[in-house]
């Protein structure tokens, strides 16, 4: 290569010396955006189609175009092609390698288009495929949770505050809890790919092309809904990758919360569920030592998320209009969004149908932490005491139990009668475990029958999903 006219390049032509080796390196981004090679092609494809049909290209030219960029997805998936930092990005390795092979027909592909429409439409192509398999992910993540919630209608479990006991649940119920928060995840996946299925090709370098192009064309060649309306934004914004991310931190703090419940319930303190060996590894020192790293880790990768929407979020930070190199920064923080989001749900999904809960362990904890007191009090309510006066007389009886080591439903009848004379042999009924999570009795509580029903709802749901999740 001359130094002083640096011809390689494809945008060679008014240069007078080449690029700093090291520049190059710098500027260069194949290393990571190879990734996207597969859409690249595609769209090659769809803007060399339109350029036949609208009479820029001959029926030849798009043939050898055609054959030349299968050629090229060929190599690339059998490991062949010869990727080059000279050639800066996946755009440019790809055109140059095809008129390699093909010659004159394969400069004429860039008819029309620049990179800056070129890679504002892959990245949109690559986010909606991984979008559609991290749903599908999510979905069965979803599914194992609801079918063990609904395994778990009457598996009685402390429901905590302040992880504090505070009134008994069912475990099924604690699950559906985990299922809604997925639900709104999914649903916030699905706005964002809705808005990001449009396309930006045609929009050129900034300003639109003086070609006859025909941008619906392309658009729906590519399984767009639409092509996008203002070139300007469209070369520019990548807002859809900011909304991805922010999506993505979302789900790893609902996957972090849930995370650290399995942590702390598959410690022999709590010991209310086994996880399977193979989700779990030992210790090199201590014999004993089962770890959930699984869950552990999952909630250890929530930080590279947030990293990665604050990234984002900071690079389109005052941007002015259109395209500016900084927006290259856009790719390692989504890809690693998407790679972190894909594996911690795969964990999941893999893992949480998995769960074995530790019944009678669930149960003691609920029946030790005076979890019924709500209901003793709700008790003396309907006996006509006022709700404050009757938190009072529980509150008292509590406290004796501490004193004594005694649940509320150990107590004698007598020295239940001795904080409140309102007080009758019925009250054993509402102080059991089935009696108090059975009265709470509405949509949305955690009665069995209630749990059952808004799991057959939660399963109808998904249900209701595209059918390839
Ligand atoms: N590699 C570039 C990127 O990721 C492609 C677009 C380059 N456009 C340009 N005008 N230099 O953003």
Partial sequence: MSKDNDTSKLWGGRFKEATDAFVQRFTASV?????????????????????????VLNADELKEIESGLTQVQKE???GSFQWSTELEDVHMNIEARLTELIGASGKKLHTGRSRNDQVATDIRLHLRAAIDGIAGELTRLQRGTIELAAANTETIMPGFTHLQTAQPIVFGHHLLAWNEMLERDYGRLMDCRA????????????AGTTYPIDRASTAAALGFDKPTENSLDSVSDRDFAIEFCAFAAILMTHLSRMSEELVLWTSSQFNFIALPDRFCTGSSIMPQKKNPDVPELVRGKVGRVNGDLISLLTLMKSQPLAYNKDNQEDKEPLFDAIDTVFDSLRAFADMVPAIKPKKETMREAARGGFSTATDLADYLVGKGLPFRDAHKVVGKAVAHGVDCSLDLSEMSLATLQGFCSEISEDVFDVLTLEGSVAARNHLGGTAPQQVAAAAQRATARLAARHSTH
């Fill in 76 to 78: 690339i998936t059998d």
């Fill in 195 to 206: 808005r990001l299925n449009q396309s930006p090709l045609g929009a050129a370098a900034l």
């Fill in 31 to 55: 290393g990571f955006d190879h990734r996207m090679a597969t859409e690249d092609i595609a769209g090659s494809l769809a803007h060399a189609r339109m350029l036949k049909a609208v009479g």
